[in-house]
């Protein structure tokens, strides 16, 4: 029922806003993935603000170290979406002299500084927490701000449904990964919840106690940023089952004999494919450099990444795919 009413959610979005039916946003289109992001990246924005200010002007109200916490984890969120919206628009920019493979990835440099600031936030919140902890000061309880945090993870947990709906669409782990905050910030207003109920009662420590728990939430968060913005700029093997179809792909040609030293490069959007392939030896020279194009042409409509193929004889040395 739940995944039902994302997906009739989503295409109403999608039609409303894009002016198109969601069955036909197409991968490769790069305008359609650009208008895609944009979209998932503005609801997050404008509900993510929302929220966090409703949040924190509770938090104060009610003297709530873990509201507050709260409040500046679902802010985060927004700081992430901005990321993701910047990113898919720097990587449109063509690629210049300076930048022969585009902007893309200023996408993961965006994700790094907003780690670094989530990290610094998080500690600050649980040094707050753990000083509340020991004055436990009282906190003003209300059942009417429970169930409103309630609606909020409710309302966050659309939110991730509906990124990652749109990021399989596109294919697009960047909206995958804002996903997972809007999950994790849904989870954090169920424990805020908890303790604005403990704290109506007089169990005013629990409050400072689950501010401690969102905070540590909020380090996880920018440690896990952090770490996968750096291996991005460093540079990351590619999944298996992308070099899978890049295999697959060459090898469909009964003259490509084996496959090989396949690199992906990840520059945001934009990724580069090489690899080896081995071709039998009786083509001449221009039958395979027709072949390495119609090999790069159909990898490039199957996984929709530039690709250069680096042709290479048969030499005998490796193993026939068939015969005895």
Known sequence: MACSFVKRTTEYLVSKILNKNYSDVKIQDPEDRRKIAYLESWVSIVGNLVLSAVKFLLGLVMNSISLLADAVHTASDVLTSVAVLLGFK??????????????????????????????????????SSFERFLS?????????????????????EWMSQFSIEL???????????????????????????????SSKYGY????????????????????????????????????????KKVEEAALSFPEVIEVHKVLIHDYGAYKEI??????ERTLNFIEAHDLSEKIE?????????RATVHGEPYSGGLKELAGP
Do not use: Q
């Not at 449109?92 to 780690?115: N, Q, V």
């Not at 501010?211 to 990351?236: P, Q, R, W």
């Not at 090489?274 to 071709?279: A, E, F, K, R």
């Not at 042409?297 to 990444?305: G, N, W």
């Open 274 to 279: 090489s690899l080896h392939v081995v071709m």
């Open 90 to 127: 720097f990587s449109a920019a063509p690629p210049d002299e300076k930048h022969p493979y585009g902007h893309g990835r200023i996408e993961f440099l965006a994700s790094l500084f907003i780690a670094v600031m989530l990290v610094l936030v998080g500690f600050e919140f649980g040094k």
């Open 204 to 243: 005013y420590k629990i409050d400072a106690v689950f501010g401690f728990l969102v905070s540590a939430l909020i380090v996880y968060t920018g440690v896990t940023m952090a770490y996968d913005a750096c291996s991005k700029l460093i540079g990351e093997m590619a999944e298996e089952d992308i070099i």
């Open 297 to 305: 042409r159909l990898i490039e409509e199957r996984i929709h990444c």
């Open 136 to 156: 436990n000061e009282r906190v003003e309880g209300s059942l009417l701000v429970a169930s409103f945090m309630l609606a909020s993870a409710a309302f966050k």
């Open 167 to 197: 990021g399989n669409k596109i294919s697009a782990g960047a909206l995958i990964a804002d996903a997972w905050h809007h999950r994790t910030d849904a989870i954090a207003s169920v424990l805020v919840a908890i303790a604005i109920i």
